[in-house]
């Protein structure tokens, strides 16, 4: 069976543009999360859904950023304006009700 | 609420000496717990996990944990280190039975010296 799966693996853009990830979990997952890892704050949990219904967002910065999962099989990340700060790796995730989490390989971000 | 903490962000052992990297664990109710690795431009892999019973857990690639509770810790050993187990080792933790996330720990990145 695939992975997870994630598009773009790199993305570079500059201050200001809306930048879209994208994820599709594995299938028959129930739970889907996104994640951001950068060196000076290690990974970070931004928000997670259960059965496309976000569940907690606690982790998401601030308003520039927002999720979707409009089904079981997608989700999107979206960054609008983006600013230099957001640079990092964002990793998306799914997992089969709270057990291990299968991870994508990531879309390493950079706003220039 | 759960929380983790992995004891030295960077760990260097030399080639074919014992690893130990340790993780220590808060659960207000009995945990499942997990080590992750994560290699140069990849997502994070699942080493290996604990759930119930035997509380010396076998991963993939000769890692292994032993859930201590009285200790609250689930330290990840290997007997001999190998290059290519070079990478960031993350531990976490979830609680049984609950709906509740995984916490992960802040990782502890293994050099091996040849």
């Known amino acids: 069976d695939a992975g997870v799966i994630q598009s773009p693996r790199h993305e570079v853009t500059e201050m200001g543009q809306e930048v879209t990830l994208r994820c599709k979990p594995i299938?028959?997952?129930?739970?889907l999360f996104w994640y951001r890892q950068t060196m000076m704050r290690g990974l970070e949990l931004l928000i997670y859904?259960?059965?496309?219904?976000?569940?907690?967002d606690s982790g998401m910065p601030e308003d520039r950023f927002s999720a979707k999962m409009p089904n079981a099989s997608f989700s999107t990340l979206k960054i609008q304006p983006s600013e230099p700060r957001d640079s990092a790796v964002y990793f998306c995730?799914?997992?089969?009700?709270?057990?291990?989490?299968?991870f994508g390989d990531g879309t390493r971000l950079s706003i220039l | 609420a759960q929380s983790v903490t992995q004891l030295g962000s960077h760990v260097s052992v030399s080639e074919g000496a014992l690893v130990l990297l340790r993780c220590n664990y808060s659960?207000?109710?009995?945990?499942?717990l997990f080590w992750y690795v994560q290699y140069p431009n990849q997502g994070l892999q699942l080493l290996l996990k604990?759930?119930?019973?035997?509380?010396l857990v076998k991963g993939i690639n000769g890692f292994e944990a032993e859930f201590k509770k009285s200790e609250t810790s689930f330290h990840l050993t290997k007997p001999s280190a190998h290059m290519s187990d070079a990478a960031e080792y993350f531990c976490?933790?979830?609680?049984?039975?609950?709906?509740?996330?995984?916490?992960f720990g802040k990782g502890t990145r293994l050099h091996i010296l040849p």
């Open positions: 859904f259960n059965n496309n219904v976000p569940i907690d």
């Open positions: 604990y759930t119930t019973g035997a509380t």
């Open positions: 299938s028959g997952h129930d739970y």
């Open positions: 995730a799914s997992s089969l009700g709270m057990g291990p989490q299968h």
């Open positions: 659960s207000s109710v009995p945990p499942y």
């Open positions: 976490a933790v979830s609680a049984m039975n609950r709906d509740d996330k995984i916490i």
